[in-house]
Protein backbone atom coordinates (compact mmCIF):
# COMPACT_ATOMS: atom_id res chain seq x y z
CA UNK A 1 0.00 0.00 0.00
CA UNK A 2 2.02 3.15 -1.29
CA UNK A 3 1.31 6.39 0.29
CA UNK A 4 2.73 10.25 -0.44
CA UNK A 5 5.91 11.15 1.55
CA UNK A 6 4.81 13.80 3.73
CA UNK A 7 8.46 14.45 5.13
CA UNK A 8 8.32 16.42 8.22
CA UNK A 9 4.82 17.74 7.47
CA UNK A 10 1.68 17.17 9.35
CA UNK A 11 -0.69 17.50 6.91
CA UNK A 12 -1.40 16.50 3.59
CA UNK A 13 0.78 17.86 0.60
CA UNK A 14 -1.32 20.97 -0.93
CA UNK A 15 -3.15 19.01 -2.94
CA UNK A 16 -7.15 19.42 -2.02
CA UNK A 17 -8.04 23.24 -2.00
CA UNK A 18 -9.28 23.71 1.24
CA UNK A 19 -5.46 22.75 2.79
CA UNK A 20 -3.73 24.87 0.08
CA UNK A 21 -6.11 28.01 1.27
CA UNK A 22 -5.82 27.21 5.02
CA UNK A 23 -1.79 27.14 4.40
CA UNK A 24 -1.47 30.55 2.56
CA UNK A 25 -3.88 32.26 4.76
CA UNK A 26 -1.17 30.98 7.99
CA UNK A 27 1.53 31.52 5.94
CA UNK A 28 0.39 35.42 5.38
CA UNK A 29 -0.80 35.87 9.22
CA UNK A 30 2.66 34.78 10.09
CA UNK A 31 3.89 37.80 7.73
CA UNK A 32 1.67 40.43 9.20
CA UNK A 33 3.03 39.22 12.65
CA UNK A 34 6.83 39.83 11.11
CA UNK A 35 5.31 42.86 9.84
CA UNK A 36 4.44 44.50 13.09
CA UNK A 37 7.69 43.83 14.65
CA UNK A 38 9.49 45.55 12.04
CA UNK A 39 7.56 48.10 12.32
CA UNK A 40 7.60 48.21 17.10
CA UNK A 41 11.39 48.16 16.11
CA UNK A 42 11.46 50.97 14.51
CA UNK A 43 8.41 53.29 15.73
CA UNK A 44 10.55 53.20 19.03
CA UNK A 45 13.55 54.85 16.97
CA UNK A 46 11.21 57.41 15.59
CA UNK A 47 9.48 58.40 19.05
CA UNK A 48 12.81 58.52 21.22
CA UNK A 49 13.35 62.39 20.24
CA UNK A 50 9.91 63.22 21.64
CA UNK A 51 9.86 61.19 24.55
CA UNK A 52 13.19 62.52 25.64
CA UNK A 53 12.09 66.21 25.08
CA UNK A 54 8.80 65.46 26.96
CA UNK A 55 10.55 64.05 29.97
CA UNK A 56 13.82 66.05 30.03
CA UNK A 57 16.08 62.82 29.47
CA UNK A 58 19.64 63.57 28.60
CA UNK A 59 21.35 62.66 25.47
CA UNK A 60 21.70 59.00 25.24
CA UNK A 61 19.57 58.27 27.92
CA UNK A 62 16.95 56.59 26.04
CA UNK A 63 19.35 53.79 25.41
CA UNK A 64 18.02 51.95 28.29
CA UNK A 65 14.69 51.92 27.12
CA UNK A 66 16.20 50.42 23.57
CA UNK A 67 18.10 48.04 26.03
CA UNK A 68 14.94 46.53 28.26
CA UNK A 69 13.33 46.34 24.52
CA UNK A 70 15.69 43.85 23.05
CA UNK A 71 16.38 42.47 26.51
CA UNK A 72 12.54 41.47 26.37
CA UNK A 73 13.28 39.88 22.85
CA UNK A 74 15.90 37.51 24.13
CA UNK A 75 13.93 36.19 27.00
CA UNK A 76 10.84 35.98 24.87
CA UNK A 77 12.70 34.18 22.14
CA UNK A 78 14.07 31.26 24.00
CA UNK A 79 11.33 30.82 26.43
CA UNK A 80 8.40 31.47 24.32
CA UNK A 81 10.03 29.25 21.66
CA UNK A 82 10.73 26.43 23.92
CA UNK A 83 7.26 26.80 25.36
CA UNK A 84 5.62 26.55 21.80
CA UNK A 85 7.28 23.32 21.06
CA UNK A 86 5.62 21.97 23.88
CA UNK A 87 2.13 23.32 24.25
CA UNK A 88 1.48 24.58 21.21
CA UNK A 89 2.60 27.28 18.86
CA UNK A 90 -0.88 28.39 17.95
CA UNK A 91 -1.47 28.97 21.52
CA UNK A 92 1.28 30.31 22.51
CA UNK A 93 1.32 32.75 19.23
CA UNK A 94 -1.66 34.49 20.55
CA UNK A 95 -0.61 34.85 23.96
CA UNK A 96 2.40 36.29 22.43
CA UNK A 97 0.59 38.69 20.66
CA UNK A 98 -1.77 39.70 23.58
CA UNK A 99 1.27 40.53 25.68
CA UNK A 100 2.75 42.63 22.99
CA UNK A 101 -0.36 44.77 22.59
CA UNK A 102 -1.39 45.07 25.46
CA UNK A 103 2.03 45.92 27.00
CA UNK A 104 2.74 48.60 23.59
CA UNK A 105 -0.68 49.92 24.97
CA UNK A 106 0.50 50.86 28.34
CA UNK A 107 3.42 52.39 27.34
CA UNK A 108 1.28 54.70 25.94
CA UNK A 109 -0.23 55.88 29.12
CA UNK A 110 3.68 55.68 30.72
CA UNK A 111 4.53 58.49 33.11
CA UNK A 112 7.95 57.91 33.61
CA UNK A 113 10.96 56.38 31.59
CA UNK A 114 11.02 54.00 34.41
CA UNK A 115 7.57 52.61 33.85
CA UNK A 116 8.10 52.86 30.46
CA UNK A 117 11.08 50.60 30.59
CA UNK A 118 8.84 47.97 31.95
CA UNK A 119 6.13 48.16 29.41
CA UNK A 120 9.47 48.00 26.52
CA UNK A 121 10.89 44.73 28.47
CA UNK A 122 6.97 42.89 28.51
CA UNK A 123 5.87 43.88 24.92
CA UNK A 124 9.78 42.67 24.09
CA UNK A 125 8.71 39.39 25.78
CA UNK A 126 5.88 38.67 23.62
CA UNK A 127 7.19 40.40 19.78
CA UNK A 128 10.53 38.11 20.51
CA UNK A 129 8.16 34.95 21.28
CA UNK A 130 6.40 35.62 18.19
CA UNK A 131 9.21 35.28 15.95
CA UNK A 132 10.49 31.21 16.44
CA UNK A 133 6.57 30.74 16.96
CA UNK A 134 5.60 32.22 13.61
CA UNK A 135 8.73 30.78 12.17
CA UNK A 136 7.68 27.39 12.72
CA UNK A 137 4.09 27.68 11.54
CA UNK A 138 5.46 28.83 8.52
CA UNK A 139 7.93 26.26 8.28
CA UNK A 140 4.56 23.73 9.03
CA UNK A 141 1.85 25.08 6.84
CA UNK A 142 4.72 25.37 3.07
CA UNK A 143 5.10 22.57 0.82
CA UNK A 144 8.39 20.39 2.00
CA UNK A 145 10.37 21.14 -0.74
CA UNK A 146 9.66 25.09 0.05
CA UNK A 147 10.42 25.09 3.33
CA UNK A 148 13.34 27.12 3.69
CA UNK A 149 12.14 29.55 0.83
CA UNK A 150 8.68 29.84 2.35
CA UNK A 151 10.11 31.08 5.63
CA UNK A 152 12.82 33.52 3.96
CA UNK A 153 9.63 34.87 2.35
CA UNK A 154 7.71 35.20 5.43
CA UNK A 155 9.80 37.29 7.18
CA UNK A 156 10.96 39.78 5.20
CA UNK A 157 7.23 41.20 6.86
CA UNK A 158 9.78 42.30 9.28
CA UNK A 159 12.16 44.74 6.87
CA UNK A 160 9.41 45.92 5.04
CA UNK A 161 7.19 47.06 8.17
CA UNK A 162 10.22 48.75 9.68
CA UNK A 163 10.83 51.01 6.62
CA UNK A 164 6.96 50.99 5.73
CA UNK A 165 6.03 51.73 9.46
CA UNK A 166 8.91 54.05 9.60
CA UNK A 167 7.32 56.66 6.99
CA UNK A 168 3.81 56.16 8.43
CA UNK A 169 5.31 56.95 11.98
CA UNK A 170 7.14 60.35 10.48
CA UNK A 171 3.95 61.33 8.86
CA UNK A 172 2.26 61.25 12.14
CA UNK A 173 3.64 61.24 15.01
CA UNK A 174 3.68 65.46 15.18
CA UNK A 175 -0.33 65.29 14.96
CA UNK A 176 -0.97 62.03 16.81
CA UNK A 177 2.44 62.46 19.80
CA UNK A 178 4.50 59.88 20.65
CA UNK A 179 1.64 58.59 22.98
CA UNK A 180 -0.76 58.19 19.55
CA UNK A 181 1.84 55.88 18.01
CA UNK A 182 2.17 53.65 20.80
CA UNK A 183 -1.61 53.24 20.87
CA UNK A 184 -1.53 52.88 16.77
CA UNK A 185 1.08 50.11 17.10
CA UNK A 186 -0.72 48.50 19.95
CA UNK A 187 -3.98 48.20 18.37
CA UNK A 188 -2.99 46.66 15.02
CA UNK A 189 -0.81 43.83 17.47
CA UNK A 190 -3.97 43.43 18.74
CA UNK A 191 -5.78 43.45 15.59
CA UNK A 192 -3.89 39.91 14.52
CA UNK A 193 -5.43 38.27 17.50
CA UNK A 194 -8.71 37.10 15.40
CA UNK A 195 -6.27 36.46 12.13
CA UNK A 196 -3.65 33.64 14.63
CA UNK A 197 -7.23 32.24 16.27
CA UNK A 198 -8.73 31.36 12.82
CA UNK A 199 -5.58 29.32 11.69
CA UNK A 200 -5.09 26.06 11.59
CA UNK A 201 -2.09 24.71 13.74
CA UNK A 202 -0.74 21.07 12.24
CA UNK A 203 0.70 18.63 15.05
CA UNK A 204 3.85 17.03 14.99
CA UNK A 205 5.22 14.12 13.14
CA UNK A 206 8.71 13.76 14.61
CA UNK A 207 9.20 10.09 13.43
CA UNK A 208 8.93 11.25 10.22
CA UNK A 209 11.09 14.49 10.08
CA UNK A 210 13.73 14.26 7.63
CA UNK A 211 16.49 16.59 10.04
CA UNK A 212 16.25 13.34 12.31
CA UNK A 213 18.26 11.01 9.94
CA UNK A 214 15.70 8.41 11.06
CA UNK A 215 12.06 6.91 11.18
CA UNK A 216 12.15 5.95 14.76
CA UNK A 217 11.02 7.43 17.17
CA UNK A 218 13.13 8.79 19.98
CA UNK A 219 12.61 9.61 23.09
CA UNK A 220 11.00 12.38 24.74
CA UNK A 221 13.41 15.42 25.95
CA UNK A 222 12.79 19.05 26.55
CA UNK A 223 12.55 20.88 23.62
CA UNK A 224 16.29 23.11 24.89
CA UNK A 225 17.81 18.78 25.18
CA UNK A 226 16.42 18.61 21.71
CA UNK A 227 17.99 21.25 20.01
CA UNK A 228 21.24 19.69 20.80
CA UNK A 229 20.51 15.96 20.95
CA UNK A 230 21.74 13.74 17.94
CA UNK A 231 24.78 14.95 17.40
CA UNK A 232 23.33 18.92 17.02
CA UNK A 233 25.37 20.24 19.19
CA UNK A 234 28.55 21.50 17.64
CA UNK A 235 25.97 22.28 14.74
CA UNK A 236 23.63 24.49 16.91
CA UNK A 237 26.75 26.39 18.45
CA UNK A 238 27.56 27.43 14.86
CA UNK A 239 24.73 28.36 13.92
CA UNK A 240 24.30 30.34 17.12
CA UNK A 241 27.83 32.03 16.44
CA UNK A 242 26.68 32.48 12.84
CA UNK A 243 23.57 34.83 14.20
CA UNK A 244 25.67 36.39 17.11
CA UNK A 245 28.27 37.37 14.12
CA UNK A 246 25.50 38.57 11.83
CA UNK A 247 23.43 40.79 13.83
CA UNK A 248 26.43 42.13 15.17
CA UNK A 249 27.58 43.43 12.17
CA UNK A 250 24.17 44.10 10.89
CA UNK A 251 23.71 46.80 13.57
CA UNK A 252 26.98 48.10 13.34
CA UNK A 253 26.68 49.19 9.60
CA UNK A 254 23.11 50.27 9.98
CA UNK A 255 23.74 52.30 12.90
CA UNK A 256 27.19 54.01 11.79
CA UNK A 257 27.25 53.59 7.96
CA UNK A 258 25.32 57.12 7.73
CA UNK A 259 27.24 58.76 10.61
CA UNK A 260 30.55 57.77 8.84
CA UNK A 261 29.32 59.27 5.25
CA UNK A 262 27.66 62.58 6.74
CA UNK A 263 31.25 63.06 8.56
CA UNK A 264 33.18 62.81 5.62
CA UNK A 265 31.60 65.21 3.07
CA UNK A 266 27.87 63.58 2.24
CA UNK A 267 24.88 65.52 3.45
CA UNK A 268 23.07 64.52 6.32
CA UNK A 269 19.89 63.64 4.09
CA UNK A 270 21.60 62.19 1.69
CA UNK A 271 23.49 60.01 4.33
CA UNK A 272 20.21 59.25 6.15
CA UNK A 273 19.94 57.35 3.09
CA UNK A 274 22.07 54.97 3.21
CA UNK A 275 20.42 53.19 6.22
CA UNK A 276 17.57 52.49 3.82
CA UNK A 277 19.50 51.83 1.46
CA UNK A 278 20.82 48.80 3.43
CA UNK A 279 17.59 47.88 4.30
CA UNK A 280 16.24 47.72 0.78
CA UNK A 281 19.18 46.06 -0.15
CA UNK A 282 18.37 43.01 2.54
CA UNK A 283 14.94 42.54 1.51
CA UNK A 284 16.56 42.32 -2.45
CA UNK A 285 18.90 39.58 -1.08
CA UNK A 286 16.56 37.90 1.11
CA UNK A 287 13.82 37.35 -1.74
CA UNK A 288 16.15 36.60 -4.08
CA UNK A 289 18.45 34.26 -1.78
CA UNK A 290 14.39 32.21 -1.01
CA UNK A 291 14.80 30.87 -4.88
CA UNK A 292 18.32 29.86 -4.31
CA UNK A 293 17.38 27.79 -1.02
CA UNK A 294 13.93 26.66 -2.66
CA UNK A 295 16.34 23.69 -4.45
CA UNK A 296 19.05 23.35 -2.21
CA UNK A 297 20.14 23.72 1.86
CA UNK A 298 20.39 27.36 2.91
CA UNK A 299 23.58 27.11 5.00
CA UNK A 300 26.20 26.91 1.38
CA UNK A 301 24.27 29.84 -0.33
CA UNK A 302 24.28 31.90 2.70
CA UNK A 303 27.78 31.61 3.82
CA UNK A 304 28.97 32.50 0.07
CA UNK A 305 26.88 36.10 0.68
CA UNK A 306 28.23 36.44 3.56
CA UNK A 307 31.54 35.81 2.36
CA UNK A 308 31.32 38.53 -0.06
CA UNK A 309 30.04 40.88 1.65
CA UNK A 310 32.84 41.05 4.33
CA UNK A 311 34.83 41.42 0.96
CA UNK A 312 32.83 44.64 0.24
CA UNK A 313 32.98 46.04 3.81
CA UNK A 314 36.86 47.20 3.67
CA UNK A 315 36.19 48.23 -0.04
CA UNK A 316 33.55 50.77 1.61
CA UNK A 317 36.11 51.71 3.80
CA UNK A 318 38.89 52.37 1.79
CA UNK A 319 37.94 53.47 -1.75
CA UNK A 320 34.23 55.25 -0.50
CA UNK A 321 35.16 56.77 2.70
CA UNK A 322 39.08 57.37 2.29
CA UNK A 323 38.94 58.76 -1.36
CA UNK A 324 35.41 59.07 -2.82
CA UNK A 325 32.90 60.98 -1.44
CA UNK A 326 32.85 64.31 -2.05
CA UNK A 327 36.03 63.86 -3.70
CA UNK A 328 35.55 62.34 -7.26
CA UNK A 329 32.69 62.91 -9.58
CA UNK A 330 30.09 60.30 -8.93
CA UNK A 331 31.34 59.69 -5.68
CA UNK A 332 27.90 59.29 -4.28
CA UNK A 333 26.52 56.95 -6.57
CA UNK A 334 29.31 54.54 -5.99
CA UNK A 335 28.48 55.05 -2.62
CA UNK A 336 25.03 54.26 -2.66
CA UNK A 337 25.88 50.80 -5.30
CA UNK A 338 28.27 50.17 -2.63
CA UNK A 339 25.84 50.12 0.60
CA UNK A 340 23.25 48.31 -1.42
CA UNK A 341 25.43 45.93 -2.32
CA UNK A 342 26.38 45.50 1.45
CA UNK A 343 22.56 45.17 2.26
CA UNK A 344 21.98 42.52 -0.43
CA UNK A 345 25.01 40.16 0.69
CA UNK A 346 25.28 40.89 4.68
CA UNK A 347 21.61 42.16 5.59
CA UNK A 348 20.09 39.56 3.36
CA UNK A 349 21.94 36.62 5.03
CA UNK A 350 21.03 37.83 8.31
CA UNK A 351 17.13 37.95 7.11
CA UNK A 352 17.95 33.77 6.45
CA UNK A 353 18.60 32.96 10.10
CA UNK A 354 15.43 31.60 10.56
CA UNK A 355 15.00 29.48 7.66
CA UNK A 356 18.18 28.29 8.66
CA UNK A 357 16.98 27.00 11.42
CA UNK A 358 14.17 25.49 10.19
CA UNK A 359 15.83 23.63 7.78
CA UNK A 360 18.17 22.17 10.93
CA UNK A 361 16.10 20.90 13.23
CA UNK A 362 13.61 18.74 13.39
CA UNK A 363 9.43 19.64 13.57
CA UNK A 364 9.26 18.76 17.35
CA UNK A 365 11.52 21.82 18.14
CA UNK A 366 11.63 24.30 15.71
CA UNK A 367 10.33 27.14 17.37
CA UNK A 368 12.84 26.54 20.56
CA UNK A 369 16.24 26.75 17.49
CA UNK A 370 14.59 29.85 15.71
CA UNK A 371 14.55 31.22 19.18
CA UNK A 372 17.61 30.20 20.89
CA UNK A 373 19.99 31.35 17.64
CA UNK A 374 17.90 34.47 17.53
CA UNK A 375 17.62 35.36 20.76
CA UNK A 376 21.63 35.34 20.97
CA UNK A 377 21.30 37.40 17.83
CA UNK A 378 19.58 40.18 19.46
CA UNK A 379 22.47 40.51 21.41
CA UNK A 380 24.76 40.57 18.58
CA UNK A 381 22.06 43.01 18.02
CA UNK A 382 22.85 45.08 20.93
CA UNK A 383 26.74 44.91 21.23
CA UNK A 384 27.55 45.97 17.29
CA UNK A 385 26.27 49.13 17.66
CA UNK A 386 28.62 49.50 20.96
CA UNK A 387 31.21 47.88 19.93
CA UNK A 388 31.19 50.78 16.75
CA UNK A 389 31.12 53.40 19.18
CA UNK A 390 34.34 52.05 20.76
CA UNK A 391 35.98 51.73 17.54
CA UNK A 392 35.07 55.56 16.91
CA UNK A 393 35.71 56.72 19.71
CA UNK A 394 39.58 55.46 19.32
CA UNK A 395 39.76 57.63 16.21
CA UNK A 396 41.23 54.61 13.70
CA UNK A 397 41.18 55.19 10.29
CA UNK A 398 37.80 54.63 7.70
CA UNK A 399 39.75 51.71 6.52
CA UNK A 400 40.59 49.88 9.37
CA UNK A 401 37.37 50.34 11.10
CA UNK A 402 35.68 49.09 8.49
CA UNK A 403 38.41 46.32 8.13
CA UNK A 404 37.52 45.27 11.58
CA UNK A 405 33.96 45.38 10.42
CA UNK A 406 34.16 42.54 8.20
CA UNK A 407 35.25 39.95 10.54
CA UNK A 408 32.50 38.49 12.10
CA UNK A 409 30.73 38.81 8.68
CA UNK A 410 33.95 36.37 7.38
CA UNK A 411 33.25 34.66 11.29
CA UNK A 412 29.55 33.74 10.07
CA UNK A 413 30.40 32.73 6.83
CA UNK A 414 33.00 30.43 8.18
CA UNK A 415 30.40 29.22 10.32
CA UNK A 416 27.51 28.14 8.17
CA UNK A 417 29.98 26.85 5.63
CA UNK A 418 30.82 24.25 8.41
CA UNK A 419 27.24 23.33 9.13
CA UNK A 420 27.34 23.34 5.22
CA UNK A 421 29.95 20.78 4.91
CA UNK A 422 28.83 18.08 7.86
CA UNK A 423 25.60 18.05 6.52
CA UNK A 424 26.65 17.17 2.20
CA UNK A 425 23.46 14.58 1.74
CA UNK A 426 20.95 16.74 3.50
CA UNK A 427 18.46 18.82 0.56
CA UNK A 428 15.34 17.89 3.10
CA UNK A 429 14.61 21.45 4.04
CA UNK A 430 13.88 23.56 1.31
Keep these: MSSLPVRG ?18 VVVCFLVALIDGYDTLMLSFVAPLVSREWGMPPGAFGKVFAMSFAGAVVGAVAVGAAADRFGRRRLLLGSIAVAGGFILLSAGASSPEQLMAWRFLSGIGLGGAIPTISALAAEHAHPERRSATVS ?27 GIFVGGG ?37 LAE ?30 TPSVLAMNGMSPQRSALAGVMLNVGG ?18 PVAICLALGALLVPLFGLHVVDSVVGRE ?19 GGQMNIPALCVHYYPASVRATGVGL ?39 AAAALGWVARSRPADRSGG
Design 373 to 411: SMSIGRVGSIVGPLVGGMLMSAQLSWSRLFMLAAIPALV
Design 329 to 347: MGGELVAFCLVFAIGLLVI
Design 227 to 256: VVADGRAVGTAMIATAAFMILLVSYFLLSW
Design 9 to 26: AARPLPGGSRTSRASRFA
Design 153 to 179: RMFLGFPIGAVAGGAITAALMQQVGWR
Design 187 to 223: TLALALLPLVFAMSEPGHEPANDPARGSASPSPVRHP
Design 283 to 300: VAGAFAMSFVVARRSPFG
